[in-house]
């Protein structure tokens, strides 16, 4: 069974840093895109970036673009972002999400192996 498993969220204040860390079992994602999305309340879900099975070319949303770095490790199965320059638009529940494919889509639909999110509050 595959599990996805989100931490590293917390509160923060407008400026800080986080890194999230998704760390996957049940199966290996080491040729897999993987990427993470957000959740904000009230809101849809979002695209926030995606990194393929080679870790290059990752794709970023413009809103996050230069604050936000994809990255992983496939020796643990894990894929980690840094979240730097946060502000309070940041905040949201951010979801893990693992496809079968070689992808870094946006589109949710792309995945299919979602994390339970974790929460990630940015006050100003």
């Known amino acids: 069974q595959v599990q996805l498993l989100e931490s590293g969220g917390g509160l923060v204040q407008a400026g800080g840093s986080l890194r999230l860390t998704c760390a996957a079992s049940?199966?290996?994602?080491?040729?897999?895109?993987m990427g993470w999305f957000r959740q904000a309340p009230g809101k849809g879900r979002e695209f926030v970036a995606g990194?393929?099975?080679?870790?290059?070319?990752?794709n970023y949303a413009d809103s996050i673009k230069g604050r936000f770095t994809i990255s992983r490790e496939n020796a643990e199965n894990t894929i980690y972002l840094h979240m730097n320059a946060l502000k309070s638009e940041d905040t949201a529940i951010y979801y893990c999400?693992?496809?079968?494919?070689?992808?870094?889509?946006?589109?949710?639909?792309?995945?299919?192996?979602w994390g339970q999110g974790t929460q990630v509050t940015v006050s100003s």
């Open positions: 999400a693992a496809s079968r494919y070689f992808t870094t889509s946006p589109n949710g639909n792309s995945y299919d192996y």
């Open positions: 049940g199966r290996a994602f080491s040729r897999n895109g």
């Open positions: 990194i393929n099975g080679a870790g290059v070319s990752p």
